[in-house]
């Protein structure tokens, strides 16, 4: 059996079994863990803005392949286009 050090929970990630060990979450955050530092529950928007944040830097770093930088593009595009579905749905 692993360790996992660090992780991210959104709300449908708990089944019936890992509720009956835990509270759900609300349904518009997520839990970070990292082993160190312990649980925290912040709130999706900002998960979101902080991984697209952290994405957008990783994929200005040269020296990649191409496929590489298709990929991460295609992917930010995805999360751009959650983050944008996810305000509307809020509002």
Known sequence: MGFNAVGVTF??????????????LPLDSVEIYHHDFGYTTIF???????LLA???????????????YTAMHTALDK?????ADD?????
Request: zero cysteines.
């Open 11 to 24: 709300p449908n990630d708990l089944d019936e079994w890992g509720l009956l060990e835990r509270a759900a």
């Open 44 to 50: 999706r928007a900002a998960f979101y803005t902080i």
């Open 54 to 68: 952290f994405a957008e830097r990783l994929v200005a770093r040269p020296g990649q392949a191409v496929e590489w």
């Open 79 to 83: 999360l751009r286009a959650k983050m």
């Open 87 to 91: 305000a509307a749905a809020a509002q």
